[in-house]
């Protein structure tokens, strides 16, 4: 979305951002940086050493061969950007996949699952929904776990309300005892290093513009030809890179993503309004 917003700024004030104006280039992800990974797998693998060797022990007390559980939980999106072409949850699939190659395997006793939090409104998104999962590995009789939020860089109220408070109420109404929440990388000095690493690699590569970002990445929910137009941008793309039936199909799905984009609004507003008039969040409301 971000990238969206961009485009359709630069188009409208194409005097301001024009070519001719300022020069620009996009990283388009940075999900499988090693800086990135490694800093992520350091983080989880303090929590993981945090376990007391007699919480290991209830860990396999009923059978259980792995007694330490991982669970990423990602930012969801709606199911119909993925059908569109969105490569955000094979990124996130990646990214999780290269994280776990750091950190004990389930030979070692450490079992990796991964959900998706923070949907509202009424349609698909992506599965398994954190709010699922935890109950599901309760029933398994998991007890020590350690919840990862892999989308998040910083602290804010996913994290702090809706997976601390929320979810672990959950998890321990679940049956999972032992709760650990790894921690956002916020100011993690190997993060931030790697980060100035990658703004000093973009600048001596090639420029992909924000057009072209946005073309690679599949976003929909413009108007794109006529962006294009007003951006000077060719039939056959930016430096090779989409042509026009490529560009005009991400069009499909515009005012189904505005719809969708207000019932989220709703739906966020309604659960405001429901937790302040009850002093209980929407979770205990529905005895979860």
Partial sequence: SSLRVLQEEFARQSSVWGEKKIVHTVVPSWYERPGYVKAMSGLIRKELDAFTPEQIAEGTADGQKCAKHILFSAHGVPQS??????????????????????????????????SY?????????????????LPELGQKDVKNLVVVPISFVSEHIETLEEIDIEYRELAEESGITNWRRCPALNTDQTFIDDMADMVLEALSEPVQTVTEACVANN???IDLQEIDERMGVSLTGIGGIGAESDLNAQ??????????????????????????????????LFGM
């Fill in 81 to 114: 950007y993925i059908q569109a072409g969105d490569p955000y949850q094979k990124q996130i699939e990646d990214c999780v996949e290269k994280i776990s190659e750091l950190l004990p395997g389930e030979e070692e006793g450490v079992k990796v699952h991964l």
């Fill in 117 to 133: 939090q923070s949907r509202v409104g009424p349609i698909e998104w992506l599965r398994p929904y954190t709010d699922d999962v």
């Fill in 219 to 221: 976003v929909g929910d």
């Fill in 251 to 284: 069009a499909r799905l515009k005012e189904g993503e505005r719809i969708n984009g207000r019932l989220a609004m709703f739906g966020v507003a309604g659960t405001i309004l429901v937790e302040l008039l009850s002093g209980k969040s929407v979770l205990n």
